[in-house]
């Protein structure tokens, strides 16, 4: 198996990890609703769809080596995700990590675009340092309450609302 469709394993409450070594590409809403999944081995997932693990509640961490771009809502809700290591991907999708409110350990080196309510209600989040973003979208950070330090040397469009209710953030 090469590619998972769209909404492949949706709602499989049950299921707790997922091993396809050959998989590359995982369609819209593929793990979405897993809500027991706690393990993910993809080494060769190069594209993540829509949708693609929201709301899987039980995901702690994640890391896809060759990942080159997360789509829209694509970890939305997980709730216990603690830590992401994304060393590939050079954007995030709109409300990509959207109330994710245990992240605190974020590696994206080469992420150039966050879009909008990227990382939103992510209250764990205390410092994050992207030297290569140009361009945060509107409600980036909205409501990361504990956020203190935000370093974005290359950002050159912030949009509308992006550190909105970040009542600690001291630097940018």
Do not use: D, H, R
């Not at 954007?91 to 990509?96: A, D, I, K, P």
């Not at 330090?149 to 009542?167: M, R």
């Amino acid at each position: 198996v090469t590619s998972l469709g769209g909404s492949c394993f949706y709602g499989c409450k049950a299921l707790t990890s997922i091993e396809f070594p050959l998989v590359t590409s995982l369609g819209a809403s593929c793990f979405s609703s897993c809500s027991s999944l706690t393990s993910i081995n993809l080494p060769e997932v190069t594209s993540l769809g829509t949708s693609c693990f929201q709301t899987c509640k039980a995901l702690t961490s994640i890391e896809f080596p060759l990942v080159t771009s997360a789509g829209e809502q694509c970890f939305y809700q997980c709730g216990n995700l603690t830590s992401i290591n994304l060393p590939e991907v050079t954007s995030l999708g709109n409300s990509c990590f959207y109330y994710c409110t245990k992240l605190s350990s974020i590696t994206i080196p080469k992420v150039t675009s966050l879009g909008n309510s990227c990382f939103q209600a992510n209250s764990a989040l205390t410092s994050i340092e992207l030297p290569l973003v140009t361009t945060l979208g509107n409600n980036c950070f909205y409501q990361c309450s504990n956020l203190t330090s935000a370093k974005f040397a290359l950002a050159t469009s912030v949009g509308g609302s992006c550190f909105y209710g970040c009542g600690k953030l001291t630097s940018v």
